[in-house]
């Protein structure tokens, strides 16, 4: 099963939330706006958790069978 992480550009309103939370997974780009460094790189449960945090639902998780 692949994990996809997919950001909405313009819901995300630059909160630094997600790098705080998740430095392995995110990062923040020249526009200080989440982008998904490595899905893999930190717990899932923990990913999804912080997915689900977004206080403006720019996050979701999309899991595709290969």
Do not use: W, Y
């Not at 692949?2 to 020249?30: A, K, N, S, V």
């Not at 449960?45 to 595709?64: H, K, L, N, T, Y």
């Amino acid at each position: 099963m692949t994990r996809r992480i997919l950001i909405d550009r313009d819901r995300c309103h630059r909160l630094r939330q997600l790098l705080l939370l998740r430095p392995g997974t995110f990062d923040l780009d020249e526009e200080l706006k989440s982008v998904v460094v490595d899905p893999g790189g930190d717990d899932p449960g923990d990913v999804a958790a912080a997915v689900e945090g977004c206080p403006v639902d720019a996050i979701s998780i999309i899991e595709d069978d290969d």
